[in-house]
């Protein structure tokens, strides 16, 4: 599920623990709904987002 978080975003994930995600543009469409994201973890815990879309 895809959360705000102060002025960024977080990836709640299905089998516990959330993501920060940096993303390059904003889905607030897609905010606090179930989504399906592509990217690249660049640390423990942060994601690097190409894409995020509904799930």
Known sequence: MLLRDGGGF???RDSGGTYS????RTP???VEKRVRLVGVETA???VEADGVQPA
């Open 44 to 46: 423990p815990g942060h």
């Open 28 to 30: 607030v469409d897609l």
């Open 21 to 24: 995600l940096e993303l390059h």
């Open 10 to 12: 977080v990836l709640k």
